[in-house]
């Protein structure tokens, strides 16, 4: 299993759009998201918003994946669900998700033994 991680800023006044946006895919569009995440190796997603000093939003992201390109799959997949997902995450992020995340430094992984 892959662990992808990454922050994304969210454009100041879209955080209810990708509230709104994750409500849908957990929801009414769920067996069609379910089945293009499976198609791309993906086993679970997770979203954060934490508030910034200055009043904006990061986006926090977690995903788990059979390898370290499946989320690049799902957001460059043709399927209708992911183009609908880039728009809309265009829309919130003001960056194309279907490129690359920017580079992330994992600086700490401390496990405490039994």
């Given at each position: 299993m892959?662990?992808?991680?990454?922050a994304i800023p969210v454009?100041r006044?879209?955080e209810?759009?990708d509230?709104?946006?994750?409500?849908?895919?957990?929801?009414?569009?769920?067996?069609?998201?379910e089945?293009?995440?499976k198609?791309?190796g993906?086993?679970?997603?997770?979203?954060?918003?934490?508030q910034?000093?200055?009043?904006g939003?990061?986006?926090i992201v977690y995903?788990?994946?059979?390898?370290?390109?499946?989320?690049?799959?799902?957001t460059?997949?043709d399927?209708e669900?992911s183009r609908?997902?880039?728009?809309?995450?265009?829309?919130v992020?003001?960056?194309d998700v279907?490129?690359?995340?920017?580079?992330v430094?994992?600086i700490?992984?401390?496990r405490?033994s039994d």
């Amino acid at each position: 299993m892959t662990e992808i991680v990454f922050a994304i800023p969210v454009v100041r006044g879209k955080e209810e759009l990708d509230r709104q946006t994750r409500e849908e895919m957990a929801g009414a569009r769920r067996a069609e998201y379910e089945a293009a995440l499976k198609d791309a190796g993906i086993t679970r997603q997770a979203v954060w918003h934490q508030q910034m000093p200055d009043g904006g939003t990061l986006a926090i992201v977690y995903i788990e994946a059979a390898d370290p390109e499946a989320h690049q799959r799902f957001t460059s997949s043709d399927s209708e669900i992911s183009r609908w997902f880039v728009q809309r995450m265009q829309e919130v992020h003001g960056r194309d998700v279907s490129l690359p995340p920017l580079p992330v430094e994992q600086i700490l992984d401390f496990r405490v033994s039994d």
